[in-house]
């Protein structure tokens, strides 16, 4: 054999302390052997090159070549290739990063997915009213995260505030007229959308979007709770005039008002009164306010997760085409609603002093377009089901409100991530 071993020589590695053997034949350089782990032999090694007291131990092998070593720049002590579960965590390390950066989207998109695979888990979670206890949830982190400058900020921010309310309730139902002059067949999609038009903003996306976006979270949390309780009044109002033509509706108001207090007035509340009275829960919070926000971001996937579940009888029920006009339809729609706060915004900005303007500020800014530009799903439903089919099949009317809902929250979702992502560059070219 060309690597004959003509002597051994008795060799303990300076790294374990553990003996091994180098061959004096200067042709031939057997690799260094350095135990670190849980793992075999990653690599072809004849067993009559390896001492009989290393071939029983089942550790992680970190191999150094001294041929190729040596003949590289790097000499005998170069770092060596690590074989096993170190290395596929490294390879990994891509796709790691993407779902840590993309975490809200995927998650929402996995709701979906789940709630299309599998509607038993979904229905079982509206059976217990798991949606409401997400909402709670994402309150009490609300509240958790919630500064007391934030509030201070949100204050200063009243007139981006009162806008954002005036949009909500007053401006954005307008809208409801354009999408009655579309024509699509069943008219109950069309007719759904419109309804969705009147909406207050959604319960909890809204919030916690502005959150992962760095906005002002105090003031969407304001714009969040002051819109859905004054929605009780100003809906059956919108409906009335923009969607019935003068056709009297009705809302539980009282049920939804009380639905409103316990999910979002309570936790809300219950979360700021335990970071004020315990130092400790503050400093855990501001530690780990990833942990928190992917925490929200699976609270909302229990949305998507529900809301498919249930309609997917219904979905799978009508045509393929059909309901893909409608899921563009909601798209478009919530397209338009961002281009016409992100001009309200610019336009307002530029009349009320410019870079200097309340308006200007990127905090309330970010909160105003978001929360603005979303509609909630659970008043609708209410909504439906007291108008006992005055507007066609229930069922009907809610299918698009559904696909809108989702619609919004994953763009939104994306939106903020590629904003997250450029002021990262931004950052990062700064430091340079």
Request: with cysteine; aromatic share 8%.
């Amino acid at each position: 054999m060309a690597g004959t071993v003509q002597s051994l020589r008795h060799v303990t590695s300076p790294v374990t302390g553990i003996s091994t053997h180098r061959s004096g034949n200067r042709q031939f350089k057997p690799s260094h052997v350095i135990f670190s782990g849980n793992c075999s032999f990653g690599a072809s090694i004849s067993k009559s090159l390896v001492p009989r007291e290393l071939r029983s131990f089942t550790g992680t092998i970190v191999i150094r070549n001294s041929i190729n070593s040596d003949q590289g720049n790097g000499g005998p002590n170069q770092p060596g290739e690590k074989l096993g579960p170190f290395k596929f965590l490294v390879s990994a390390e891509p796709l790691l990063n993407f779902v840590s950066s993309n975490f809200l989207p995927l998650a929402l998109i996995g709701g979906v997915a789940l709630g299309l695979a599998n509607p038993s888990l979904g229905c079982l979670a509206h059976t217990y009213h798991v949606s409401k206890v997400s909402a709670f949830g994402i309150f009490i982190i609300s509240g958790l995260t919630l500064r007391s400058d934030e509030i201070g900020a949100a204050a200063e921010a009243w007139p981006v505030g009162l806008f954002g309310l005036a949009s909500i309730l007053l401006l954005t139902p307008f809208f409801s007229r354009v999408i009655l002059q579309l024509h699509l067949q069943p008219q109950e999609f069309v007719t759904g959308l419109a309804l969705f038009c009147c909406m207050p903003t959604t319960l909890s996306s809204g919030v916690a979007l502005t959150r992962l976006a760095g906005g002002n979270s105090a003031l969407a949390l304001a714009m969040t709770v002051i819109s859905n309780l004054l929605g009780i009044l100003f809906v059956p109002f919108s409906i009335s005039k923009l969607v019935a033509g003068g056709v009297g509706t009705s809302v539980p108001a009282g049920p939804l008002f009380k639905s409103l207090i316990v999910t979002l007035l309570i936790p809300l509340i219950i979360g700021k009164v335990f970071r004020e009275s315990f130092k400790g829960v503050a400093d855990f919070v501001d530690t780990n306010r990833k942990l928190l926000s992917n925490l929200n971001s699976l609270l909302l996937s229990l949305v998507p997760l529900i809301q498919v579940s249930r309609s997917r009888p219904l979905l799978l029920a009508v045509k393929p085409a059909v309901f893909l006009v409608a899921v563009v339809m909601g798209a478009l729609l919530h397209l338009i609603l961002l281009g016409f706060n992100a001009l309200s915004i610019q336009i307002l900005s530029s009349v009320s002093g410019g870079s200097k303007s309340v308006f200007a500020k990127k905090e309330s800014a970010t909160a105003l377009l978001l929360v603005a530009s979303q509609k909630t799903l659970p008043v609708l439903v209410a909504v439906v089901d007291q108008l006992g089919g005055v507007f066609g099949e229930s069922g009907l009317l809610v299918l698009p409100c559904v696909a809108a809902h989702l619609n919004q929250i994953i763009m939104d979702s994306f939106f903020v991530s590629f904003w997250n992502k450029k002021e990262q560059s931004v950052s990062n070219a700064k430091v340079a």
